[in-house]
């Protein structure tokens, strides 16, 4: 079964440093999202991208965060100066169709990249 | 916020059917209710959505009221597997987010 793959699974890094976390999402979607997870906390909507342009954001998405599909396969996440309360479980996910309709977008999240800030 | 109401915790013995209830009371006609589920810190699981009628699969069924005000998950056999925290979600028309709440915890025990 089609899988996303997400890559580092775990990266601790100094504050201040910058981060990108990469997504490969299943090939044949077109919509593309990262979502957080503080330890013990809801998981958040951060931001979506379709057509190589983000298409909605939270504001927890400021700009230290950028995201990129640099090629036909990896997504990623970039950090641009870490602080501490960066530190959570980043999901990426994709899907193949949008919003609502008959098929209404289901979301195939990967495993999650864990992000430790010291 | 989550515009869905849920239990923090339920238990259910293995082999049982496992309810899980959800309250959407501010639902609007256009949106889904959707639910995920998160085993450990692993990334959310889809399981099911619907709009106005019941819906099945493989996994899981979705029984919403006429009113569409609250649904229910069924697990019609929970196994050991199926403990994890289930979230039931109202997604926003016209946007792509998806908002989780806190979600029910659910422990299946043999």
């Known amino acids: 079964e089609p899988e996303v793959t997400q890559t580092p699974s775990h990266q601790v890094t100094q504050m201040g440093q910058e981060v990108i976390l990469r997504c490969v999402p299943i090939?044949?979607?077109?919509?593309f999202y990262w979502y957080r997870q503080i330890l013990g906390q809801k998981v958040e909507f951060l931001v979506s991208?379709?057509?190589?342009?983000?298409?909605?954001k939270s504001e927890i998405f400021d700009d230290q965060f950028s995201v990129e599909r640099p090629d036909g396969s990896n997504f990623t996440l970039k950090i641009r100066s870490t602080k501490l309360e960066d530190s959570a479980m980043y999901f990426c996910a994709s899907s193949e169709v949008f919003r609502l309709g008959p098929n209404t977008g289901e979301l195939f999240f990967g495993e999650g990249s864990r992000l430790t800030v010291l | 916020d989550a515009k869905t109401t849920q239990p923090p915790s339920m238990d259910c013995a293995e082999g049982r059917a496992a309810n899980l209830p959800c309250n959407h009371s501010?639902?609007?006609?256009?949106?889904?209710v959707y639910w995920y589920r998160q085993i450990h810190s692993q990334g959310p699981q889809y399981i099911i959505h619907g709009l106005k009628n019941n819906e099945t699969n493989e996994m899981a069924s979705l029984i919403i009221t006429e009113d569409r005000k609250s649904s229910t998950l069924i697990l019609p056999h929970a196994t050991l597997r199926d403990t994890a925290v289930y979230y039931c979600?109202?997604?926003?028309?016209?946007?792509?987010?998806?908002?989780f709440g806190t979600g029910t915890r659910l422990q299946v025990f043999p």
């Open positions: 090939s044949n979607h077109l919509y």
């Open positions: 979600i109202v997604r926003l028309g016209g946007t792509d987010k998806l908002i």
């Open positions: 991208f379709y057509n190589n342009e983000i298409s909605e």
């Open positions: 501010t639902i609007s006609g256009n949106e889904y």
